[in-house]
Every structure is written in structure tokens, then in C-alpha cells.
């Protein structure tokens, strides 16, 4: 598995709604809200040897959650999107060596195929807000895993001046990708996420 292993290394900076969506529901801090659409640290560890997508998510969603359970996240089992009918999500988790917890998540639809994926930086217990600074480097590697070294690399600067916003949202490959804050002036966590145009049209439960 050193394909999303390496990408995650890569895409690490050391070397649309109209609104901020709020994780919700479960597992783990659940699926993040879906709102209307606008338009348009390394991890050591192996991953499988795949040829990553030109567009839309890089690789399948099993070969990310394994790579993220080989890094020792732990992930539960597959419940209901809360989001859109006939998806399905997983969501993986970790407190780091400072005390932050890292959550990963993948929904699918009935095929197995992603439509959307996020990944947040919990401030630790104790701690006021999480410095963006150091949210940068998981969310950094977390686009790598899902867009692949080239195109994950790409938006390590987007994300790098906008990672601590309220909401920021860029494009690429037909997926909407935003970085947000639970609100205004809220840094209790840090969020990126990923969607593609078939789960964010698709209906809510």
C-alpha cells in the first residue's frame, strides 16, 4: 500500500454552500451537513499499488479506509447517510500525540463508489481552538490520499491560506472541495471535505 502512504506524505505542507455545513448524527462526529452546492501528517504505513484517477476521487473508497486503518485509525461499520439517500458512511478516528483527534470519513453510494469524504482536526481537551498551523499538515495529507500526489499537491496552497476560515471552497476534477470552522469564529475544529456533483444532487433521507 505505498501508493496513498506516499501521497499522504506528499501532499503535507512540511516539506457550497452558502454556510459552513456542522458535523451531525453518527458514527464518530458523523456525516457533515450537505447544503445546497455551489457551482462548479504523514502516516507510515503501506498502500495498495494503484493507478490514482485523473478526476474525481483517486482511489476506491476501500483502499483509503484500509490505508487509514493500517495508520492505526480506528473505523466503524457502515451506517446511513444522514445526507443522502442510498449513500453509506464510514467514519475512521485517532487522537494524535497532542491530544487532537483526527477524523476521517467516507460515503458511498449502493455501488461502493465514493461521493463524498471529510477529514477534521479536533482541538484537544483543554485546549481553546486548534491553530490552524496545526490542522494543516493531517488536512494536507488527507486531500494526497483522496486526489492522489499531483493534484492533492496542487491544492496544498489553497488549502495552506485558507485552512481556519469559516468557509472556503475551491474545485477540481468535478468535485466541489471546501475547508470550514464549526462557525464564525469557532476553531474548536478544522474541516476539509470533499463531494462530487451525483451525492450532492442526490436527495435527503
Known amino acids: ?9 506528499a501532499c503535507s505542507p512540511n516539506p457550497a454552500p452558502a454556510s459552513p455545513p ?11 451537513v450537505r447544503t ?12 495498495p499499488e494503484v493507478t490514482p484517477n485523473p478526476v474525481g476521487f483517486a482511489f476506491a473508497a476501500e483502499d483509503v479506509l484500509a490505508y487509514y486503518e493500517s495508520a492505526g485509525y480506528t473505523c466503524t461499520g457502515p451506517s446511513p447517510s444522514t445526507e443522502a439517500s442510498g449513500y453509506t458512511v464510514r467514519t475512521c478516528s485517532l487522537v494524535d500525540p497532542a491530544g487532537r483527534t483526527r477524523t476521517v470519513g467516507f460515503v458511498t453510494d449502493p455501488d461502493g463508489a465514493l461521493g463524498n469524504a471529510f477529514a ?6 483543554g485546549e481553546e481552538l486548534v491553530e490552524p498551523v496545526d490542522a494543516l499538515d493531517p488536512l494536507s495529507g488527507f486531500l494526497g490520499a483522496m486526489l492522489g ?5 496542487a491544492l496544498v496552497e ?12 475551491t474545485a477540481d476534477g468535478g468535485l466541489r472541495i471546501a475547508t470550514y470552522t464549526p462557525a464564525e469564529d469557532d476553531l474548536s475544529a478544522i474541516y476539509v471535505e470533499l463531494a462530487d456533483q451525483a451525492y450532492l444532487d442526490a436527495p435527503r433521507p
Open 158 to 169: 489553497w488549502l495552506a491560506g485558507h485552512v481556519g476560515d469559516a468557509y472556503a471552497e
Open 149 to 153: 500526489s499531483e493534484r492533492g499537491g
Open 36 to 47: 445546497t452546492p455551489s457551482p462548479a501528517s504523514g502516516l507510515a504505513s503501506e498502500a
Open 22 to 32: 456542522a458535523p451531525v448524527g453518527s458514527p464518530g462526529p458523523g456525516e457533515p
Open 120 to 125: 477534521s482536526v479536533e482541538a484537544a481537551d
Open 1 to 9: 500500500m505505498c501508493a496513498i502512504a506516499a501521497l499522504a506524505i
